[in-house]
């Protein structure tokens, strides 16, 4: 249903050409739960971002994105627009962000409903806002049309996202960090409305987060990258089990740190940090922080299809610690 083919972004900035996706290529079928994990920087967004188009000004993008047989990168604005709100829809981390603070949820929905059938009448928009804030459980819901986003909890907002994207009938839901700023329990909550929307719905769901266990209960799939770059691709419970690339290992805190083999340690304390994406450098991206970088690793990155697993990697799974380990 989503193909995405060699996806290259590059920002123009006033320090130079900034890379932030190099080549990212993925498949999506319907009804399909895929996360992508990565730290912060590693091109999440602006891979997520491409699929709807939503890029400003100064990207410059090249490879393809088929959805449903459409490729919005050839579309001219208006197509844009209808496709985007047929096809896709998307959630954010900041709910309180994407809402106009002087529309209460009665003309938040209208404004919606309106961009998909213009001659909607506002009893109609109410009876459908009310029937899509039951299905995200959102409670007494018919009492809280009259109600301003500032009156909502973080966690109802992000209910209430995800009533509007479902306005739509979207194919697919790209939620870039939806709980990132969300309590625990809230965090739960959500992460069980969405597998519940996928089954109800039938619908295909892309989850961006920082959080590989978060995601690892959720997904099919996971896409694990860094530096704008595919390093691994897996299922779920492959990824979890047996991480094949020593930068998944260090996100599953169980990659051998330096000097400190054995200990379990998370993302935030791999060693150093990312590569400049401005000027990256030809080798592996990951090689300067690596336990297990060889010489070679230098010089160039590794394919991603290997004949066990596609993982970016000239070792066999993040067991052998090699020179800087
Ligand atoms: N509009 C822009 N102009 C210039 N550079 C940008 C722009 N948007 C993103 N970038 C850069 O592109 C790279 C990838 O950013 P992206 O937002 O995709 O990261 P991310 O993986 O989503 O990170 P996070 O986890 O922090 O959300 C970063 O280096 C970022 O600074
Ligand atoms: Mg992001």
Redesign the pocket.
């Known amino acids: 249903m989503l193909e995405v083919n060699n996806l290259k972004v590059d920002?123009n900035?006033p320090r130079g050409r900034?890379q932030?996706?190099r080549g990212v290529s993925l498949s999506l079928a319907k009804g399909d739960f895929l996360g992508i994990v990565?730290?912060?920087?590693?091109?999440?967004?602006?891979?997520a971002?491409s699929i709807m188009k939503l890029?400003?000004a100064?990207?410059v993008m090249s490879g393809s994105i088929i959805l449903s047989g459409e490729n919005p990168l050839e579309m001219t604005p208006a197509e844009l627009r209808a496709f985007r709100g047929r096809r896709i829809a998307m959630i954010f981390?900041e709910p309180g962000r994407s809402f106009d603070p002087i529309y209460n949820m009665s003309k938040t929905f209208l404004e919606t409903f309106r961009t998909l059938s213009p001659g909607i009448t506002e009893e109609e928009s109410d009876a459908r806002a009310v029937k899509l804030l039951e299905e995200v459980n959102l409670s007494k819901p018919a009492e809280r049309l009259g109600n301003f986003p500032h009156q909502f909890s973080g966690g109802q907002l992000q209910r209430i996202m995800i009533a509007l994207a479902l306005a739509s009938n979207p194919e697919l839901l790209i939620a870039?960090?939806p709980t990132t700023a969300l309590d625990v329990t809230i965090q739960s909550e959500i992460v069980d409305l969405l597998m519940n929307l996928r089954k109800t719905r039938g619908m295909a769901i892309i989850f961006?987060t920082?959080d590989i266990e978060l995601v690892s209960n959720i997904a099919d799939r996971i896409i694990v990258?860094y530096s704008?770059l595919v390093m691994e691709e897996s299922s779920a419970a492959d990824i979890m089990k047996n991480p094949m690339h020593p930068y998944t290992a260090g996100l599953l805190g169980s990659l051998p740190t330096f000097g400190d083999h054995y200990s379990r340690r998370k993302l935030v304390s791999i060693p150093g940090g990312i590569p400049d994406?401005v000027y990256p450098e030809p080798g592996c991206p990951f090689e300067p922080r690596c336990p297990f970088a060889r010489p070679e690793c230098r010089n160039r990155i590794p394919g991603l299809d290997r004949k066990d697993g596609r993982y970016r990697c000239v070792i066999d799974g993040a067991k052998e610690p090699g020179r800087n380990g």
């Open positions: 920002f900035t900034l932030a996706v990565g730290e912060s920087g590693s091109g999440k967004s602006v891979t971002s890029l400003p100064n990207a981390q870039d960090e961006i920082h990258m704008g994406p």
